[in-house]
T-cell receptor, first 117, second 115 residues
Framework: AQKITQTQPGMFVQEKEAVTLDCTYDTSDPSYGLFWYKQPSSGEMIFLIYQGSYDQQNATEGRYSLNFQKARKSANLVISASQLGDSAMYFCAMREGPEGGGNKLTFGTGTQLKVEL | DTEVTQTPKHLVMGMTNKKSLKCEQHMGHRAMYWYKQKAKKPPELMFVYSYEKLSINESVPSRFSPECPNSSLLNLHLHALQPEDSALYLC??????????????FGDGTRLSIL
């Protein structure tokens, strides 16, 4: 079974609009962390935002926020006021504790976001 | 600019060559990672070093040989590679390898092409 699922292979958004990138996960470990990374075409993986399984509030970092719904096992990334520079591949990733498979980072298949004028 | 530096940025080598990829970080991180990424796919973990000791080897073929000379450096030695090994190789580091709140910081990667 997929541990991290990103169902949107590609997304388009108009500049200055908000966009939500979906991510669902599957784990039986009570302790886990969820990460979002951005990968432009140049290749580097840029860390955007982190949400811990015990965090009570949704994480926010500037224009990025994470809509964390624990019961639904979803951790969607919301980008507000999209910019042309936001065009990139976005990966959702999960790190489980020792009980859930060790301390490895498991990535979803990614969503290619294109911001249009 | 990333705080994890990888060299070279591009590498073309024949199947009989021996080459090395290098990774350096000065953030005081004690865990370092090698990933392989094929085009339009997510990164795949290859190796994890924790406190300069190899802690995870994801059943990687022996033609890939990692080395961690000190806490700031991570090398990946390549020998007798196959065309299917052509990919982007990403290095990452984190404060430690355990604990689920530690983000991994990635370098820009080395684009490797095997002729």
């Amino acid at each position: 079974a997929q541990k991290i699922t990103q169902t949107q292979p590609g997304m388009f958004v108009q500049e200055k609009e908000a966009v939500t990138l979906d991510c669902t996960y599957d784990t039986s470990d009570p302790s886990y962390g969820l990460f979002w990374y951005k990968q432009p075409s140049s290749g580097e993986m840029i860390f955007l935002i982190y949400q811990g399984s015990y965090d009570q509030q949704n994480a926010t970092e500037g224009r990025y926020s994470l809509n964390f719904q624990k019961a639904r096992k979803s951790a969607n990334l919301v980008i507000s006021a999209s910019q042309l520079g936001d065009s990139a591949m976005y990966f959702c990733a999960m790190r489980e504790g020792p009980e859930g498979g060790g301390n490895k980072l498991t990535f979803g298949t990614g969503t290619q976001l294109k911001v249009e004028l | 600019d990333t705080e994890v530096t990888q060299t070279p940025k591009h590498l073309v080598m024949g199947m009989t060559n021996k080459k090395s990829l290098k990774c350096e970080q000065h953030m005081g991180h004690r865990a370092m990672y090698w990933y392989k990424q094929k085009a339009k796919k997510p990164p795949e973990l290859m190796f994890v070093y924790s406190y300069e000791k190899l802690s995870i080897n994801e059943s990687v073929p022996s033609r890939f040989s990692p080395e961690c000379p000190n806490s700031s450096l991570l090398n990946l030695h390549l020998h007798a590679l196959q065309p299917e090994d052509s990919a982007l190789y990403l290095c990452a580091s984190s404060q430690r390898s355990s604990g689920d709140d530690q983000p991994q910081h990635f370098g820009d990667g080395t684009r490797l092409s095997i002729l």
